[in-house]
């Protein structure tokens, strides 16, 4: 059992001894050990790597010649045990547990005014980043529409679920969840109004099972609609990162979306200059294709705004690179970690997980009782 405690689930990553996948396990003398496994649903896509990792954890202990694994699925009454196991008995009331008092996760919805910037190539390499510096990372396609965060991730497979809860796949060491999982096969268009939007988001925040996660990052549609308004609503502790070019005009629609913050009360985290430069291929110059200055300007006149200080926090070149590893779905900060790109967009992301969130300024969920 101690063996066997070392194998995680890899949808749920908690030990399979943990969460009750352990059915029996059988030693014969001659050292020939057969372990069943249960699985939460039948034709679970992640067999494979559960029965390679029992196996090899296994068969490291002394005396061990041979390990068979077999696979059976849970009862109903075993994935209910399950459900209750990982998210308490809440009854029929769901809650967003990054919106609870005392969430310890930090949340990061990136916006921004104009449409094309890198909201999403930002968010992908940020969560990259930041699991590859060690935080537990989920990230939310809250971009309903124009979805593309499975792609740049390279996330194919569906979501499984167990009972009621959906199991975001995992790519990059990040969990993920995006409405281009739940489709029909092929690229159909979602065509629903406002208040269908923010059904999805509070499914993607209540139904899906996110464990303890230290930052929590949201790609949300360009501009000030609907889902911005049900972040604001569902989320008031997310903090809103700003992504603009350098381009005047574009920096004028970007602080737009930031100061909504001033009417939502959301906190901005800081301001992310894309495409900032292009650097010349032949010499050292940086060719400033889109103008210079926007990021700067957003964070100024945001600070003006919301009278706190809202920094610049970065200024992230065009790299072709950056845009093929978004094609191909491997991010750029872990393919060619010291291009330029990656380099600031993994310091930014230092920055950004560095300060993880205290209790203090926290609200208790406690009301004081006199006596
Ligand atoms: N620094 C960069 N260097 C090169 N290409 C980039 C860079 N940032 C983004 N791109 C490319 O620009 C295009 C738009 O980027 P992306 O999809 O991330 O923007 P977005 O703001 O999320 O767009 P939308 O508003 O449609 O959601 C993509 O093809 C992406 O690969
Ligand atoms: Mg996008």
Same mark, same amino acid.
């Given at each position: 059992m101690a063996a066997l405690a070392t194998v995680n689930d890899p949808e749920i990553r908690r030990p399979i001894t943990e969460l009750g996948m352990v059915k029996n396990v059988d030693i014969s003398p001659d050292g020939v050990v057969r372990v069943g496994v249960l699985l939460t649903v039948a034709g679970c896509p992640l067999k494979d790597t559960i029965t390679r990792d029992v196996t090899g954890a296994v068969s490291r202990i002394d005396g061990v010649s041979r390990v068979h694994v077999d696979m059976d699925v849970m009862s109903p009454e075993q994935r209910k045990e399950l459900q209750t196991k990982l998210r308490g008995d809440r009854g029929p009331e769901k809650e967003i547990p990054f919106a609870k008092p005392g969430s310890l996760t930090r949340v990061f919805a990136v916006a921004s005014g104009k449409g094309g910037v890198g909201k999403s190539s930002v968010t992908v390499n940020l969560a990259a980043a930041m699991a590859s510096q060690g935080l537990k990372v989920g990230v939310v396609d809250a971009d309903i529409y124009g979805h593309s965060v499975p792609r740049m991730l390279g996330v194919s497979e569906r979501p499984t679920k167990v009972e009621d809860m959906i199991m975001p796949p995992v790519a990059h060491d990040i969990k993920v969840i995006s409405v281009g999982m739940f489709k029909p096969e092929g690229n159909t268009p979602v065509v629903w109004r406002g208040p269908m939007l923010d059904r999805a988001l509070y499914q993607f925040l209540t139904d899906v099972y996110w464990g303890d996660l230290d930052v929590l990052l949201m790609d949300l549609p360009p501009g000030t609609g609907d889902i911005a308004i049900s972040v604001a609503q569902r989320m008031p502790t997310a903090e809103i990162l700003v992504v603009t070019t350098p381009q005047q005009a574009a920096a004028e629609v970007a602080e737009r979306a930031g100061s909504i913050a001033a009417q939502t009360h959301q906190q901005i985290a800081g301001v992310i200059e894309n495409m900032a430069w292009l650097p010349c291929p032949h010499c050292d110059e940086r060719i400033s294709v889109f103008g210079e200055g926007g990021g700067q300007t957003v964070a100024d006149a945001l600070t003006r705004t919301l009278g706190a200080r809202v920094p610049l926090l970065g200024q992230v070149p065009i790299d072709m690179r950056l845009r093929e590893g978004g094609d191909e779905g491997k991010p750029l900060v872990l393919? +060619?970690? +010291?291009a330029p790109a990656a380099a600031e967009l993994r310091r930014i992301a230092a920055d950004l997980g560095k300060k993880s969130t205290s209790l203090k300024g926290l609200k208790l969920d406690i009301s004081p009782v006199k006596h």
């Open positions: 393919t +060619d970690p +010291d």
